[in-house]
């Protein structure tokens, strides 16, 4: 469809008034105002034989196949047409994910112009890319011609996993992380016996096993290790609460990409991961399982879980996962809650959970609230944002104080600082074999 330029309404708008005030006034200049019109119509007419048909116009885009949330993918359009093809502007239509840069120009050399989008995608699940709008200018600049390229592709958009593999590359320069990935060397670590070996000044004289010494007439200690086959449940809380976002991102995608690094350092310690999730009733739920060729198998379930507006059954949900795993493991629970009149329902289930199980609650903290309890208050609205902000901090903090005298750990920090911090609590529970 050929559509009027900028400069095409310019030159009607100004230039009309402008050629037709001789006429107006009589000063016999009509003729101005009839070259003028005849000038008009000639340059549309140029325009109209020589710009390019939209048949002639070939757009080929080239979307990746799979996107992580949280990240950045380039999205590369690539337009041929004949060398006469002049400036033009390219806009992708997209469900699922809105492009940083939402229209592009450019000016095509030869015929030929890349346009790359940057797609910034901010929820998880498929993203299809529908159309390709193009229009372009004609060699005067005064008409656009604008052709709609069909395209119909999916692409995924999964689970932030960059910080997985960021971590297996730093997993060896802590000491820390290897609590029962290797045998450990200082003694009194770990519950698990490994190897007898001889006394040295130094060990710890507890360790020395007095019935070995005596058969083999030397003085020799128990060597212990890490336990490395503990179960871990990794709960995801996908109510409505959790689809809220947090920095752009909503909490649940926070908590998948935060699940997945612990479970990269639970497998890489040898321990046996498992993954669940929950609204209104039960989604996800995989049995725990060692080996890292299980990381693949918790991404695709995790990444799965679908946004829910439904309000979480806590009572329902982790009354099933009590009925499910018999085995005494750690529950790393990922929910979240807004007073303490919303978290009546959850505490209780979390405190029956903690009588079986070893519970991990892990709350992310909303960085608007505590941006609103520091600010400097300059207006009335700002004291009254504090305020509220104030009640809702003590309140958070008196339903985690519950839950710590239950006998849970509680992880509660801002999604850039959780993963550190629930990798911490994970490991210190874990050399103090308190699984």
Not at 156 to 181: I, K, N, S
Request: glycine share 6%.
């Amino acid at each position: 469809m050929l559509r009027p330029t900028r400069r095409t309404l310019l030159i009607a708008g100004f230039g009309a008034p402008v050629a037709a005030l001789p006429t107006i006034l009589g000063t016999g200049l009509w003729p101005l105002w009839v070259g003028y019109v005849l000038a008009l119509a000639l340059g549309i007419a140029i325009e109209i034989a020589l710009i390019p048909s939209r048949r002639s116009v070939q757009v080929t885009a080239s979307p990746p196949g799979a996107m992580e949330i949280g990240s950045e993918s380039a999205l590369p359009v690539e337009v041929v047409g004949p060398a006469r093809l002049q400036m033009l502007e390219v806009v992708p239509h997209l469900w699922g994910v809105t492009p940083a840069v939402p229209a592009l120009s450019v000016k095509a050399q030869d015929g030929k112009a890349t346009v790359q989008f940057t797609l910034a995608p901010m929820r998880r699940g498929p993203t299809v890319l529908g159309s390709i709008w193009v229009r372009w200018q004609g060699p005067l600049g005064l008409l656009w011609n604008e052709a709609v390229h069909a395209q119909q592709r999916t692409i995924d958009t999964l689970p932030d996993t960059r910080h997985v593999r960021a971590h297996a590359l730093r997993l060896r320069a802590r000491p820390e992380d290897r609590a029962g990935l290797k045998v450990e060397q200082f003694l009194g670590d770990g519950s698990e016996f490994d190897a007898l070996r001889e006394f040295v000044v130094g060990f710890d004289r507890r360790s020395v096993d007095w019935k070995a010494s005596a058969r083999h007439r030397e003085l020799l200690c128990r060597q212990y290790r890490a336990e490395r086959n503990h179960q871990v449940i990794l709960a995801v809380d996908t109510g409505n609460r959790m689809g809220e976002c947090i920095d752009g991102i909503p909490r649940v995608d926070h908590a998948i990409r935060t699940a997945l690094q612990l479970a990269f350092t639970c497998l890489k310690t040898g321990d046996l991961v498992g993954a669940y999730g929950f609204d209104d009733q039960p989604r996800v739920l995989r049995q725990p399982q060692a080996g890292l060729k299980v990381m693949a198998g918790l991404q695709t379930a995790l990444g799965d879980l679908d946004y829910s507006t439904a309000e979480s059954n806590y009572t329902l949900a982790l009354t099933h996962l009590l009925s499910q795993v018999q085995r005494r493991s750690l529950v790393v629970l990922f929910t979240d809650f807004v007073d303490s009149i919303t978290a009546e329902l959850m505490v209780p289930n979390v405190l029956r959970l903690a009588k079986r199980h070893r519970v991990l609650f892990v709350a992310l903290r909303d960085t608007t609230v505590a941006k609103a309890i520091e600010i400097a208050p300059q207006t009335l609205h700002h004291v009254h944002s504090a305020v509220i902000a104030g009640e809702m901090a003590r309140e958070r903090e008196i339903v985690l104080e519950r839950i710590r005298r239950a006998g849970a750990h509680v992880v509660d920090a801002a999604p850039n600082e959780i993963s550190a911090q629930l990798i911490d609590s994970y490991l210190q529970l874990k050399r103090r074999e308190a699984v």
